[in-house]
């Protein structure tokens, strides 16, 4: 399986329909996506020839299926650009110096191939007249050469302009992506793509700026080849040497026109096992990026789950730029917490299996689906920051007289080793959730285990409602089952009461304990997560984990 993952960073993507000036693109076509990496190779100064033979493994693959949003299309506006190609030198007379100087060329290699060996004074005098054909110089620099009408085209009221229409559209989710499922990838060829997937700036337009990688835990298609639907263009075996011919004849500089092959698509049914429609997706859904612990850092238990979310978000802090986005740093520049969902820090322990000994195993940074493309780019820009500083060597997070935790990003050629770090564990529809970290609930039900029955019972009932809260701050519907302990329901999960107390800052500026708790919630219908409830959401508490009812424990 291969799978091409693209996220426009400015959140919407700039592309003319092939067949129609004033038309968008969506989703953008897999030739288009070929070509941007063709382009991307050609543009070193030295193509390598290992990507060259990934570009031609790629061709040849089946065409792709394409897991893409639904997206608006932006209005289309007529704007009047100014004409590129103005020059103080006619054009007629350019035509003429260009086909002469191309004319003498061609001499020349005959004369050079005269085997009586006899060609050097003709040569001689043919580089003497193509020496002086190249040489406008006369053209430009010398009083009363120039062309006085052309050469009025270059000021600014009388240059020429054009009518162009540049169709955008927003989607509802800033990325798109590539799945051949069939596809059987080497390493080698892996590594070569996803070293020019690194170098891919835009797709389209040139103000259509993405980052594109591979994705080894791709979302599932909602479009895919068939014999009806919409025509897309794709690629076919000799793609490559087809754009190396075409840019032959037009030198990024003449009109062009990328060879495809038409392929219909045709969108992808709903999953049955949802009868009313797409499963719910909390307001912490979205994107991760994932970091694996090396061997030897996976010996922390999820007790110190917040201790080490702080110290992930204090590292990516430190490499973004000032001043942080509201997104990124969960407050407004006052000092107040933002309304909206923002980036979580979040760790990633080993739960819900036989052997689960619920050790952490890696960490991710969450990056919700309605998060503001400025903040989205900065936490992408910091990690990549952190990376470069890295130079090939793990991540660090260093945790006082705990020593250091090394880690690497996930992603690309590079997959997860474990069910524990791979997004789609924690993303997967299900109707019941359970907590592989306690929740921090919101408000404080008083004592649940002290007290008389009545009052524990008032307790316990005050946390169901904090519970419900939960959910819906997180734009769920009140489960329609749940269950709060003390201890856990998964396998590997460490009771509430082994986790060090949580604190929050009140509005009044004083430190509030939030009480911790295991949760067992059900929906009347099916919720795609990552789902995670309560009030330290943000730094680790409350994951939650899909389970079917063979997963949880009695």
């Not at 979040?346 to 689960?356: C, F, K, M, N, R």
């Not at 969450?366 to 493309?373: A, M, R, V």
């Not at 007289?401 to 997959?415: D, K, P, W, Y």
């Amino acid at each position: 399986m291969l799978a091409i993952e693209v996220n426009f960073l400015t959140g919407r993507f700039v592309a003319t329909a092939h067949h129609d000036r004033k038309s968008d693109e969506w989703p953008p076509h897999p030739a288009r996506l070929f070509s941007a990496l063709v382009a991307t190779w050609a543009d070193s100064d030295a193509p390598m020839s290992e990507e060259r033979r990934g570009l031609e493994w790629l061709e040849a693959q089946d065409p792709p299926a394409i897991a893409a949003s639904e997206a608006a299309p932006r209005r289309v506006l007529t704007h009047f650009v100014p004409v590129n190609d103005t020059s103080v030198i006619g054009t007629s007379w350019y035509d003429k110096r260009s086909l002469n100087v191309k004319h003498l060329i061609d001499e020349i290699d005959a004369a050079s191939e005269d085997p009586s060996g006899k060609s050097t004074k003709a040569v001689e005098r043919l580089d003497q007249k193509l020496a002086k054909a190249r040489d406008v110089s006369s053209q430009v620099s010398e009083a009363g050469r120039t062309n006085p009408e052309e050469a009025t085209k270059l000021l600014p009221d009388l240059r020429g302009k054009q009518g162009r229409e540049f169709p955008s559209v927003t989607p509802a989710e800033p990325r798109v992506t590539y799945v051949w499922p069939d596809a059987d990838v080497t390493p080698a060829i892996a590594f070569s793509l996803d070293g020019l997937l690194s170098r891919v700036t835009r797709l389209g337009h040139s103000s259509s700026l993405v980052s594109c990688r591979l994705e080894s835990d791709p979302p599932t298609p909602n479009n895919e080849p068939g014999q009806v639907g919409e025509v897309l263009r794709s690629v076919r075996r000799g793609q490559l040497a087809a754009l190396e011919q075409e840019y032959a004849k037009h030198q990024a500089s003449k009109p062009r026109s990328l060879p495809f092959t038409a392929v219909r698509y045709r969108p992808v049914e709903p999953d049955p096992m949802n009868q009313e429609g797409e499963p719910l997706r909390p307001d912490t859904a979205g994107y991760w990026v994932v970091f694996e612990f090396n061997r030897s850092s996976r010996r922390f238990p999820a007790t110190r789950t917040v201790e080490l979310a702080t110290t992930l978000r204090a590292a990516v802090f430190h490499h973004a730029e000032d001043p942080l986005p509201d997104g990124l740093s969960g407050h407004h520049r006052d000092g107040t917490p933002v309304s909206v969902p923002h980036v979580g820090f979040l760790l990633l322990p080993y739960v819900g299996s036989q052997h689960a000994d619920g050790r952490i195993m890696g960490a991710a940074v969450s990056i919700p689906e309605s998060l503001d493309d400025q903040s989205r780019r900065a936490v992408l820009r910091a990690v990549g920051k952190w990376e470069e500083e890295a130079d090939s060597n793990p991540l660090e997070l260093r945790l006082g007289g705990s020593g250091v935790l090394e880690m690497r990003r996930l992603g690309g050629s590079i997959a997860p080793s474990l069910d524990t770090l791979r997004l789609q564990t924690w993303r997967r529809p299900s109707r019941r959730w359970v907590s592989a970290t306690p929740v921090a609930l919101p408000t404080h039900p008083g004592p649940l285990g002290t007290g008389t029955a009545a009052a524990r019972a008032k307790a316990w009932a005050r946390a169901e409602r904090a519970v419900a809260d939960s959910c819906r701050h997180v734009s769920l519907p009140e489960p329609s089952d749940m269950t709060i302990s003390l201890e856990s329901f998964v396998k590997g999960v460490r009771a509430a009461h082994q986790f060090p107390a949580f604190r929050q800052r009140g509005r009044d500026g004083k430190q509030i304990a939030r009480r911790l708790v295991h949760v067992s919630v059900a929906f009347e219908r099916p919720v795609a997560g990552p789902l995670v409830l309560g009030a330290g959401r943000y730094l680790g508490l409350g994951l939650m984990r899909p389970v079917r009812d063979e997963d949880a424990s009695s």
